[in-house]
Nanobody, 123 residues
Framework: QVFLEETGGGVVQAGGSLRLTCATS??????????VAWFRQAPGKERELAAA????????YYADSVKGRFTISRDNAKTTVFLQMNSLKPEDTGVYYC??????????????WGPGTQVAVSS
């Protein structure tokens, strides 16, 4: 079991930036080989994959809607993952979830999820 916790959400004006952090809690940790991703769910919409990163950090994925504005990264210990969000738009508003995937496939089935952090972008 891996317990994940997201921090860094908040309210920001359009064009602003936020940095989300995904860390483990409860004495658990992201094991070797796990991929980590950020999903988001806007009000009234389905949850979507925004960005993902492989264990090594060499492979990343970005949804078309965030390419060029969001950057996913992980620390050297590979236990903390970040999502730098720049040039935010009102349509980026939603709950952002961190998730981990045991097989290491960045487009795989994510088994472990955090409770989410709210991001609100005002126009």
């Amino acid at each position: 079991q891996v317990f994940l916790e997201e921090t860094g959400g908040g309210v920001v004006q359009a064009g602003g930036s936020l940095r989300l952090t995904c860390a483990t809690s409860g004495g658990t940790y992201i094991r070797f080989g796990y991929a980590v991703a950020w999903f988001r769910q806007a009000p009234g919409k389905e949850r979507e994959l925004a960005a993902a990163i492989s264990w090594s950090g060499e492979d990343t994925y970005y949804a078309d809607s965030v390419k060029g504005r969001f950057t996913i990264s992980r620390d050297n210990a590979k236990t903390t993952v970040f999502l730098q969000m720049n040039s935010l738009k009102p349509e980026d508003t939603g709950v952002y979830y961190c998730a981990a995937e045991r097989s290491g496939k960045i487009l795989g089935a994510y088994e472990y999820w955090g409770p989410g952090t709210q991001v609100a972008v005002s126009s």
